[in-house]
């Protein structure tokens, strides 16, 4: 039987909307932080990471992009970023042989594109965010927290309507 998660959503009306939700996400990151982006191509996940660098204080000089070809980025703001994108890869098998693993451990905040390549090596503590395309510029937001922390604090974000989803 499939069990409910309790998640959080928020419709984003354009780019004001989603600069709202990433400034609260970025309001409550710690270091060691980890931050899944599932969508399709062109749902707005780099644009998500870019809103959010600018919301860790990521300066200009560091322009934030998809990192398809070089697998990883890495910003510096409040915290260090490191920006993973693993379209390019296959599975878990890929991405560990590309040594992406042990960025799960470093002290800063990891965000990964495409992350059901990690197959069983997804990090049991994290932020998932689900982006979905409404219309040309409306996204629809699920935030699904996985850990007792990011429960709280996506739970403290007033922008976010609650949900339930089946997992």
């Known amino acids: 039987m ?22 609260a996400v970025a309001q409550s990151i710690e270091p060691g932080d980890i931050i899944l982006l ?5 749902a707005g996940k780099t644009t998500l990471t ?17 990192p398809s ?14 920006h993973m994108d693993l379209y390019r890869l296959r599975d878990e098998d890929d991405v560990e042989a590309a040594g992406l693993l042990e960025v799960f451990t470093q002290n800063g905040l990891c965000i990964v594109e495409w992350p059901d390549r990690l197959g069983s090596s997804v990090p049991p503590v994290r932020l998932d965010i689900e982006i979905m395309k409404d ?10 927290p996985h850990g007792a922390s ?3 604090r996506v ?13």
Do not use: N
Request: proline share 2%.
């Open 135 to 144: 219309h040309a510029t409306d996204r629809q937001l699920i935030l699904t």
């Open 50 to 66: 870019q809103l959010l660098a600018t919301a860790l204080d990521v300066g200009e000089d560091q322009y934030v992009s998809s």
């Open 38 to 42: 599932y969508g399709e191509l062109g």
């Open 150 to 152: 990011w429960t709280t």
């Open 2 to 23: 499939k069990q409910a998660t309790k998640s959080w959503q928020m419709t984003c009306a354009g780019t004001e909307d989603l600069k709202a939700i990433t400034e």
């Open 155 to 167: 739970s403290r974000m007033t922008c976010l309507t609650p949900v339930y989803k089946s997992t």
């Open 69 to 82: 070809f070089s697998l990883l980025h890495e910003y510096r703001g409040k915290i260090p970023i490191f």
